[in-house]
T-cell receptor
Framework: DQQVKQNSPSLSVQEGRISILNCDYTNSMFDYFLWYKKYPAEGPTFLISISSIKDKNEDGRFTVFLNKSAKHLSLHIVPSQPGDSAVYFC?????????????FGKGTTLSVSS | DGGITQSPKYLFRKEGQNVTLSCEQN?????MYWYRQDPGQGLRLIYYSQIVNDFQKGDIAEGYSVSREKKESFPLTVTSAQKNPTAFYLC????????????FGSGTQLSVL
């Protein structure tokens, strides 16, 4: 049973426009959420995170929004650039529970065309 | 430079053979993890260790074994019991405790001959 779901396997966006990547979760105990970016044949790199005490976190072109009642989060990239083309993974954990590990979604492949 | 080193980059396994994937970190992190990536399947947790000489099974531990004799090292052995070992294997580490931002290595691609 998937606890973290990324229902869109792929997304195509034009350069300069907004990219919105979505993630849903089922475990109400999750209280810390992260987004990772991954290029082929490389390890994922951390992008941005959000704690459940917030509903928004911004870092440059990247903003993550959290809707706890809907168990939904989204990553907004504005403006999108060709170098943003990668697989984006949503991940979640219970940060106040030591000994747990991140649970990842299946990823969304973003393609940004120039 | 601090980081996580995985070796080899590519590995081939013969039928019935055990193979070991290396993972070393010099970030002084307490926790280390092994994930497996299959196409369209995301990252699935194999094993993780929060402290030296202790480790826990993840979601897909069957056919794998690990050891954590040193803080810096967390090798993964893919045993002959793992019937579908072809995948991209990722090692990661974190400060540990309740803070779970992971730092990943560059991965090992394992294929079956």
């Amino acid at each position: 049973d998937q606890q973290v779901k990324q229902n869109s396997p792929s997304l195509s966006v034009q350069e300069g426009r907004i990219s919105i990547l979505n993630c849903d979760y089922t475990n109400s105990m999750f209280d810390y959420f992260l987004w990772y970016k991954k290029y082929p044949a490389e390890g994922p790199t951390f992008l941005i995170s959000i704690s459940s005490i917030k509903d928004k976190n911004e870092d440059g072109r990247f903003t993550v929004f959290l809707n706890k009642s809907a168990k939904h989060l989204s990553l907004h990239i504005v403006p999108s650039q060709p170098g943003d083309s990668a697989v984006y993974f949503c991940a979640a954990t219970t940060a106040n529970q030591a000994g747990t590990a991140l649970i990842f979604g299946k990823g969304t492949t973003l393609s940004v065309s120039s | 430079d601090g980081g996580i080193t995985q070796s080899p980059k590519y590995l081939f396994r013969k039928e019935g053979q055990n193979v070991t994937l290396s993972c070393e970190q010099n970030l002084n992190h307490d926790a280390m993890y092994w994930y497996r990536q299959d196409p369209g399947q995301g990252l699935r947790l194999i094993y993780y260790s929060q402290i030296v000489n202790d480790f826990q099974k993840g979601d897909i531990a069957e056919g794998y074994s690990v050891s954590r004799e040193k803080k810096e090292s967390f090798p993964l052995t893919v045993t002959s019991a793992q019937k579908n070992p072809t995948a991209f294997y990722l090692c990661a580490s974190s400060i540990g405790g309740s803070y779970e931002k992971l730092f990943f290595g560059s991965g090992t691609q394992l294929s079956v001959l």
